[in-house]
C-alpha cells in the first residue's frame, strides 16, 4: 500500500512537471496585430495563421488594417497601446515610417514583432528569405530544363523591380537555374507590377518582340499567370514551357497547377506559417525570453502535385497540414538580403 | 508694336492650326512612332506583335466608346476600372455555377449595367457632380469585390466557349478585336448619326440651351452612364476570360488609360466636342507607346509616366481650342 502510495505521489509529480514545463509560459491575453494590406491574399493567409496559433495557444488577435496608409498604420499601433494590448505585431507600410513607434514602444515597455522588413531599432523580425526562395525555385527549374527543355533555359522574368524583396526573387532564380544550366539567360526582364493584367500586357509584348523563351517565372502567383496567359493568347504550345509561379498564397496556383500543363513549379512561401511563427515570437517576447533578431519562416519549392503534402482543397477552402508545413526546416539566416543589393 | 503682336498672333493661329486639326496630328503622330520604333526595333512590324497590339486596343477602345459619349454629354466616369475587375468577377463565378456562357455574360451585362445605373442616377437625381459620384462609386466598388470574393475566382467550368471569348481567333484576328470594331462602329454611327448621339453634343455643349430646347438632358446622360456601364461588362467579360479568372485586384489605372486616350483623340472634358474616330486614334496612341517601350526595352515606369503627360497635353489643347472658339 505504501508502494503504490509513493508511487502515485511519484507519477503526479512527474505529471505535474511535465504539465508544468509545457505551460511555464504565461500568454499574453491578447495580441494586435497592424496589417499593411489585409485584402491581400498573403496577409489573409498570415493572418489565418496567426488566429490558428493563438486559438491553440488560447488567446485572442486582433487585426487593424493599415490599407497600404503609413499615418494609419501609426494611429491603428497607438490605438492598439492605449488598449493594452499584450504584445504589438506589426507589417510596416513604410519601414521608415515606423521607427518613431519602435521608439515609443520601447519606452513604455511593449513588446512588438516585425513582420517582413527589417527596421531600424527593431527587437525582432519574422520573414522569409526572398532570395532562398528564388534560388531554391530556380534550381528544380533547372533540373527541369536539363530533363525536359534539352538543357536550354531562356527566362521570361515578370518581374517587380520596385520592391527588393522581389527583386531578390528574380536575382536568386536565375542564380539557382544557373547551378544546372549555367547557359541559362534571361530574354525578357520585365515589370508585371504584381497584377495580372498588367503581367500579361507586359509579357504579350514583350513575346511580339522575342518569343524565343521556355521558362516564365514569376515574383508571385499573379505574375506567373499574366505571363502564362499571355503566352496562351499568342497561341503558342506549351509543351516546351515551364512555368514556375512565386507565393503559393490562394488557390489559383493550385488550379494552374492542375490545369495547365506548363505549370510545375511553385515556390511556396507559406503565409500562414509566417502567421504562426509572428506569435510564437510574441509570447516569447510577452515572457521576457530571448528571441533572434531575425527570425526565418521556411520556403520551399513545390513540384507538380508536391502542393498536396501541404495543402488541400475542399471546394473553395484551402487547408493547411500543419504537420507537414511545420516539418520544412528553415535556414538559420538568408543567403542574400536587401541590404546586398546596395552593394 | 506691331512687330510686337506679329508673333503673337502668328502663335495663336498656329496652335489654332493645330487644335483644329488634332486627328490629323495624330494621325501623323502614329505614323512617325511606327516607323521610329520599326527603326529601332525590326520586330515591331511583326504579325505577333500586331496582334497584341490590337488585342490590348480593344479592352481600352470598348470602354473608351462609352467614355467618349460620356465626356459629349459633359460627364464622366471614374469608376470603370473597379467595374471591370468586380464584373470580371461576377462573370466567371455565375459561370462557374451554371455552366453557362450565355448567363455568365448576362450577369457581367446585368452587374455593370447597374452600376452605370446607379452612376447616372447618383449624377442626374442627386446632383452629385460625376467626378464625385464616381471616384464613391470606385471606392464602394473596390471595397466591394472583396466582400463578394477575397481572391481570384478561378475557372471551374473549363467551358471552351468561354476561353474564346478573350482568347479566341477569328482566322487571324482576336476575337475581342473583332468584338471592339463592332463596337466602335455601332458606337460610331450612333453618335454621328442618330438623334441620340446629336442630342448628347447639344447636351454637353450647352445644357442650358437643350434643355429650353425640349431635350431631356438628364435622361440622356443616364442613358450614356448605362452604355458605358454595359460596356465595361463586355470588357469585365473579355478580361476574365484572358485571365482565365475573375481578378478582383484588375483594372487598376484602366480608368485614366481610357480617360486619356478619349481626351487624347479631341473629346472635350467640357462637353459638347469629340468624336470616336479621335477616340481610336487616341487608343492607338497610347498602346503603341505602352509597345514601344517594352520592345524598345526602355525603362518602364515610362508607361505611367506618358498617359499622365497626355493627359495634361490633351487637356491644355482643349482649352486653346475652346479659347479659340470663344473669340
Same mark, same amino acid.
Given at each position: 500500500?505504501?508502494?503504490?502510495?509513493?508511487?502515485?505521489?511519484?507519477?503526479?509529480?512527474?505529471?505535474?512537471?511535465?504539465?508544468?514545463?509545457?505551460?511555464?509560459?504565461?500568454?499574453?491575453?491578447?495580441?494586435?496585430?497592424?496589417?499593411?494590406?489585409?485584402?491581400?491574399?498573403?496577409?489573409?493567409?498570415?493572418?489565418?495563421?496567426?488566429?490558428?496559433?493563438?486559438?491553440?495557444?488560447?488567446?485572442?488577435?486582433?487585426?487593424?488594417?493599415?490599407?497600404?496608409?503609413?499615418?494609419?498604420?501609426?494611429?491603428?499601433?497607438?490605438?492598439?497601446?492605449?488598449?493594452?494590448?499584450?504584445?504589438?505585431?506589426?507589417?510596416?507600410?513604410?519601414?521608415?515610417?515606423?521607427?518613431?513607434?519602435?521608439?515609443?514602444?520601447?519606452?513604455?515597455?511593449?513588446?512588438?514583432?516585425?513582420?517582413?522588413?527589417? &527596421?531600424?531599432?527593431?527587437?525582432?523580425?519574422?520573414?522569409?528569405?526572398?532570395?532562398?526562395?528564388?534560388?531554391?525555385?530556380?534550381?528544380?527549374?533547372?533540373?527541369?530544363?536539363?530533363?525536359?527543355?534539352?538543357?536550354?533555359?531562356?527566362?521570361?522574368?515578370?518581374?517587380?523591380?520596385?520592391?527588393?524583396?522581389?527583386?531578390?526573387?528574380?536575382?536568386?532564380?536565375?542564380?539557382?537555374?544557373?547551378?544546372?544550366?549555367?547557359?541559362?539567360?534571361? &530574354?525578357?526582364?520585365?515589370?508585371?507590377?504584381?497584377?495580372?493584367?498588367?503581367?500579361?500586357?507586359?509579357?504579350?509584348?514583350?513575346?511580339?518582340?522575342?518569343?524565343?523563351?521556355?521558362?516564365?517565372?514569376?515574383?508571385?502567383?499573379?505574375?506567373?499567370?499574366?505571363?502564362?496567359?499571355?503566352?496562351?493568347?499568342?497561341?503558342?504550345?506549351?509543351?516546351?514551357?515551364?512555368? &514556375?509561379?512565386?507565393?503559393?498564397?490562394?488557390?489559383?496556383?493550385?488550379?494552374?497547377?492542375?490545369?495547365?500543363?506548363?505549370?510545375?513549379?511553385?515556390?511556396?512561401?507559406?503565409?500562414?506559417?509566417?502567421?504562426?511563427?509572428?506569435?510564437?515570437?510574441?509570447?516569447?517576447?510577452?515572457?521576457?525570453?530571448?528571441?533572434?533578431?531575425?527570425?526565418?519562416?521556411?520556403?520551399?519549392?513545390?513540384?507538380?502535385?508536391?502542393?498536396?503534402?501541404?495543402?488541400?482543397?475542399?471546394?473553395?477552402?484551402?487547408?493547411?497540414?500543419?504537420?507537414?508545413?511545420?516539418?520544412?526546416?528553415?535556414?538559420?539566416?538568408?543567403?542574400?538580403?536587401?541590404?546586398?543589393?546596395?552593394? | 508694336?506691331?512687330?510686337?503682336?506679329?508673333?503673337?498672333?502668328?502663335?495663336?493661329?498656329?496652335?489654332?492650326?493645330?487644335?483644329?486639326?488634332?486627328?490629323?496630328?495624330?494621325?501623323?503622330?502614329?505614323?512617325?512612332?511606327?516607323?521610329?520604333?520599326?527603326?529601332?526595333?525590326?520586330?515591331?512590324?511583326?504579325?505577333?506583335?500586331?496582334?497584341?497590339?490590337?488585342?490590348?486596343?480593344?479592352?481600352?477602345?470598348?470602354?473608351?466608346?462609352?467614355?467618349?459619349?460620356?465626356?459629349?454629354?459633359?460627364?464622366?466616369?471614374?469608376?470603370?476600372?473597379?467595374?471591370?475587375?468586380?464584373?470580371?468577377?461576377?462573370?466567371?463565378?455565375?459561370?462557374?455555377?451554371?455552366?453557362?456562357?450565355?448567363?455568365?455574360?448576362?450577369?457581367?451585362?446585368?452587374?455593370?449595367?447597374?452600376?452605370?445605373?446607379?452612376?447616372?442616377?447618383?449624377?442626374?437625381?442627386?446632383?452629385?457632380?460625376?467626378?464625385?459620384?464616381?471616384?464613391?462609386?470606385?471606392?464602394?466598388?473596390?471595397?466591394?469585390?472583396?466582400?463578394?470574393?477575397?481572391?481570384?475566382?478561378?475557372?471551374?467550368?473549363?467551358?471552351?466557349?468561354?476561353?474564346?471569348?478573350?482568347?479566341?481567333? &477569328?482566322?487571324?484576328?482576336?476575337?475581342?478585336?473583332?468584338?471592339?470594331?463592332?463596337?466602335?462602329?455601332?458606337?460610331?454611327?450612333?453618335?454621328?448619326?442618330?438623334?441620340?448621339?446629336?442630342?448628347?453634343?447639344?447636351?454637353?455643349?450647352?445644357?442650358?440651351?437643350?434643355?429650353?430646347?425640349?431635350?431631356?438632358?438628364?435622361?440622356?446622360?443616364?442613358?450614356?452612364?448605362?452604355?458605358?456601364?454595359?460596356?465595361?461588362?463586355?470588357?469585365?467579360?473579355?478580361?476574365?476570360?484572358?485571365?482565365?479568372?475573375?481578378?478582383?485586384?484588375?483594372?487598376?489605372?484602366?480608368?485614366?488609360?481610357?480617360?486619356?486616350?478619349?481626351?487624347?483623340?479631341?473629346?472635350?472634358?467640357?462637353?459638347?466636342?469629340?468624336?470616336?474616330?479621335?477616340?481610336?486614334?487616341?487608343?492607338?496612341?497610347?498602346?503603341?507607346?505602352?509597345?514601344?517601350?517594352?520592345?524598345?526595352?526602355?525603362?518602364?515606369?515610362?508607361?505611367?509616366?506618358?498617359?499622365?503627360?497626355?493627359?495634361?497635353?490633351?487637356?491644355?489643347?482643349?482649352?486653346?481650342?475652346?479659347?479659340?472658339?470663344?473669340?
Amino acid at each position: 500500500m505504501r508502494k503504490l502510495l509513493i508511487g502515485l505521489l511519484a507519477t503526479s509529480a512527474v505529471a505535474v512537471m511535465v504539465t508544468g514545463s509545457a505551460f511555464a509560459e504565461k500568454m499574453p491575453k491578447k495580441v494586435g496585430y497592424v496589417v499593411n494590406y489585409a485584402t491581400h491574399e498573403w496577409y489573409q493567409n498570415v493572418i489565418k495563421g496567426m488566429k490558428d496559433r493563438a486559438a491553440q495557444l488560447g488567446f485572442e488577435v486582433e487585426v487593424k488594417d493599415a490599407n497600404l496608409d503609413a499615418a494609419k498604420q501609426i494611429a491603428a499601433a497607438e490605438d492598439f497601446m492605449s488598449q493594452g494590448v499584450d504584445v504589438l505585431i506589426i507589417t510596416p507600410v513604410n519601414e521608415d515610417a515606423v521607427v518613431p513607434l519602435l521608439r515609443r514602444a520601447k519606452q513604455e515597455n511593449m513588446p512588438i514583432v516585425l513582420e517582413g522588413n527589417p &527596421v531600424k531599432g527593431m527587437t525582432t523580425l519574422v520573414a522569409i528569405c526572398d532570395y532562398d526562395t528564388g534560388y531554391h525555385a530556380g534550381v528544380e527549374a533547372g533540373k527541369y530544363a536539363k530533363e525536359h527543355l534539352g538543357g536550354k533555359a531562356k527566362v521570361m522574368n515578370v518581374g517587380l523591380p520596385l520592391l527588393s524583396a522581389t527583386v531578390l526573387r528574380s536575382n536568386g532564380f536565375m542564380d539557382g537555374i544557373k547551378t544546372e544550366v549555367p547557359d541559362a539567360v534571361m &530574354v525578357h526582364d520585365l515589370d508585371g507590377g504584381g497584377n495580372p493584367d498588367r503581367s500579361f500586357e507586359v509579357s504579350a509584348a514583350a513575346l511580339a518582340q522575342n518569343g524565343d523563351v521556355n521558362v516564365i517565372y514569376g515574383i508571385n502567383d499573379s505574375s506567373s499567370l499574366g505571363g502564362l496567359q499571355a503566352w496562351k493568347a499568342a497561341g503558342k504550345s506549351q509543351d516546351d514551357l515551364l512555368v &514556375v509561379g512565386t507565393g503559393g498564397e490562394g488557390l489559383a496556383f493550385i488550379n494552374a497547377i492542375e490545369k495547365e500543363p506548363s505549370y510545375k513549379i511553385e515556390a511556396a512561401m507559406f503565409p500562414e506559417k509566417v502567421g504562426f511563427t509572428a506569435i510564437d515570437a510574441a509570447v516569447k517576447l510577452y515572457n521576457k525570453e530571448e528571441v533572434p533578431s531575425w527570425i526565418v519562416s521556411p520556403t520551399t519549392p513545390m513540384l507538380g502535385d508536391g502542393w498536396k503534402k501541404y495543402y488541400s482543397v475542399d471546394g473553395n477552402v484551402r487547408t493547411i497540414n500543419w504537420d507537414a508545413v511545420n516539418a520544412v526546416k528553415a535556414p538559420d539566416k538568408c543567403m542574400k538580403t536587401a541590404a546586398d543589393l546596395k552593394k | 508694336m506691331t512687330t510686337d503682336t506679329l508673333p503673337a498672333r502668328k502663335r495663336g493661329v498656329s496652335l489654332s492650326a493645330l487644335t483644329d486639326n488634332s486627328q490629323i496630328v495624330l494621325i501623323g503622330l502614329l505614323a512617325v512612332l511606327c516607323i521610329g520604333i520599326s527603326l529601332a526595333a525590326p520586330q515591331f512590324y511583326s504579325p505577333d506583335n500586331a496582334i497584341a497590339i490590337l488585342r490590348q486596343c480593344a479592352l481600352v477602345l470598348i470602354v473608351a466608346v462609352g467614355m467618349t459619349m460620356l465626356l459629349v454629354a459633359g460627364e464622366v466616369d471614374l469608376s470603370v476600372g473597379a467595374s471591370l475587375a468586380f464584373t470580371g468577377c461576377v462573370a466567371m463565378d455565375v459561370t462557374n455555377r451554371t455552366h453557362s456562357v450565355v448567363l455568365g455574360a448576362l450577369a457581367a451585362l446585368a452587374f455593370s449595367g447597374a452600376v452605370g445605373l446607379f452612376n447616372g442616377l447618383v449624377v442626374t437625381r442627386l446632383k452629385i457632380n460625376s467626378l464625385i459620384a464616381t471616384i464613391a462609386t470606385m471606392m464602394i466598388l473596390q471595397g466591394g469585390v472583396y466582400l463578394y470574393t477575397r481572391e481570384a475566382v478561378q475557372n471551374h467550368h473549363l467551358l471552351d466557349a468561354f476561353t474564346a471569348i478573350g482568347a479566341g481567333y &477569328v482566322g487571324p484576328v482576336p476575337i475581342p478585336v473583332i468584338i471592339a470594331a463592332v463596337i466602335f462602329a455601332v458606337g460610331y454611327v450612333t453618335l454621328r448619326f442618330t438623334l441620340f448621339g446629336r442630342y448628347l453634343y447639344a447636351v454637353g455643349a450647352n445644357l442650358r440651351a437643350a434643355r429650353l430646347s425640349g431635350l431631356r438632358a438628364e435622361r440622356l446622360k443616364l442613358l450614356a452612364f448605362v452604355i458605358t456601364g454595359l460596356l465595361v461588362g463586355v470588357a469585365g467579360l473579355i478580361l476574365a476570360s484572358l485571365m482565365n479568372a475573375g481578378q478582383p485586384t484588375a483594372g487598376r489605372g484602366f480608368e485614366l488609360t481610357v480617360i486619356a486616350a478619349v481626351i487624347l483623340g479631341g473629346t472635350s472634358l467640357a462637353g459638347g466636342r469629340g468624336t470616336l474616330f479621335g477616340t481610336l486614334l487616341g487608343v492607338l496612341v497610347l498602346k503603341i507607346v505602352d509597345n514601344g517601350i517594352i520592345i524598345l526595352r526602355w525603362n518602364q515606369d515610362l508607361q505611367m509616366v506618358v498617359p499622365g503627360l497626355v493627359i495634361i497635353l490633351a487637356t491644355w489643347l482643349d482649352i486653346v481650342r475652346r479659347r479659340n472658339d470663344a473669340r
